[in-house]
């Protein structure tokens, strides 16, 4: 077992925990006021209280909270930073939080952007993964902090390659192998990359080059233990290492990729995350096979409801105006062929009766393995509440009057065209 450096007592966690959500309640009006420093900097809170909840409360819905308001926030800063005057929406727990996007190179080096990309890997956001692979690297170049080194230029050309169908990863790989040079590097950032980055490559080249489960599990041991090392050395009680977030993201790409599982025991990669069933995984990052459901512009944590198929989540997604996304699960709706998936969309959108950029979708919908669903598609084509008096009888669905409810919206329909 590899065990943690630390783990925080009752009253450190609850002052983490009362500290987090003082600060969650002043981030809407914070960053809109001042993207540009707020959104790293909520971001940093997020991180540092997942590592902290993950720790303490493993798999609480409080630590699933952090895990994806950290995703949105780091997206979040690098949308507003690619986007400087620009409107923007941004994504903040299940709302879209308006702002105007603002540049500024106080928080775009390596390190920021690297933890960013890490979370957005971890919380499997295409969105997160397609913005920070977007950031440009005269972005880094004109970070204020430092600019980055060879080593680090590379490595971002590797994390973003293995999101890229089009690129090369075995020449990026031996390109950020190649790229190292300790001559770059003071001693303590040279701790830091040779105990934290430096295992990322290997990690990633027994990921992609054929059966090296063994092999994975291997670099991953010797990753951790160097991990362990690292924050030992720098502090004993910080909370940031807590969670090894780099050793996660990677843990979750082999899953994901391969079905890899990290089999030494420690306490730096949380499992539940990695091996969680409420994702979409970003597997292998090559586009969507035909038939399986995109959703890019979703709020996270609607798609996952409908992914779930959970309908205690949907119900309460009922009451949102998903205008402006609609689009988006329409097009998940009819590129799908898992039913699952089709039923969730169905059932959360019903209350849009009357709005004729469904229609399409509920008249597939008829043909649903679900009665329920069916049902439902009647009661939205047909534009009135009142059926449910009809196709429920004993409350329960009654497949008669379902049948004979879709017989007259099709002759109805026949009629019409």
Partial sequence: MIKRHYTPNASSYDYSARWYK???????????????????????????????????HPGSDLAWQALFLAEQLGTGHFRSVSNDGKELQLRFEDRQLPITGKYSGSHT??????????????????????VLSQVDES????????????????????????????????????DS??????????????????????????????I????????????????????????????DITE????????????????DHKGYRVRVENEYIPDWVVTADRFTALTEVKPAPSG?????????????????????????YREIDHSEWLPDLIHAFETSDDWKVRDALAYM?????????????????????????????????????????????????NEEAVARLKDEYLKRETQNS
Avoid: C
């Fill in 22 to 56: 003082r600060r969650l309640g002043k981030a809407p009006a914070m960053i809109q006021e001042n993207p540009d420093s707020a959104l790293p900097g909520f971001f940093d809170t997020g991180r540092e209280f997942f590592a902290t909840e993950a720790s303490v």
């Fill in 109 to 130: 080096h390596f390190d920021v952007w690297s933890k960013m990309f890490f979370f957005g890997v971890i919380a499997r956001s295409r969105e997160a993964v397609e």
């Fill in 139 to 174: 972005v880094f170049m004109q970070a204020e902090k430092r600019p980055p080194t060879k080593y680090e230029l590379a490595l971002i050309a590797l994390l973003k390659g293995v999101y890229n169908p089009e690129a090369n990863l075995a020449q990026l790989l031996l």
């Fill in 177 to 206: 192998k190649a790229a190292f040079d300790p001559d770059e590097l003071h001693d303590s950032r040279f701790f830091y990359v040779s105990r934290i980055l430096l295992p990322i490559d290997s990690i990633i080249r027994t």
């Fill in 208 to 235: 992609f080059a054929g059966d090296q489960e063994d092999a994975f599990n291997d670099h991953m041991e010797e990753a951790l233990r160097l991990h362990q090392e690292y924050w030992v050395k720098v502090s």
């Fill in 240 to 255: 940031e290492g807590l969670v090894s977030v780099p050793l996660t993201a990677l843990a979750v790409m082999a899953y």
């Fill in 292 to 316: 399986t459901a995109v959703f890019k512009n979703t709020p996270v944590q609607v798609k996952q409801a409908v992914l779930r198929d959970d309908y205690d989540e949907l119900e309460a």
């Fill in 349 to 397: 959108l019903q209350d849009r009766r009357g709005d004729p950029a469904v229609k399409g979708l509920y008249e597939q919908a008829l043909e649903s393995p679900t009665l329920m669903i069916r049902a439902i598609a009647l009661i939205v084509l047909h534009g009135d509440i009142d059926l449910w008096d009809t196709v429920m009888v004993d409350n329960e669905f």
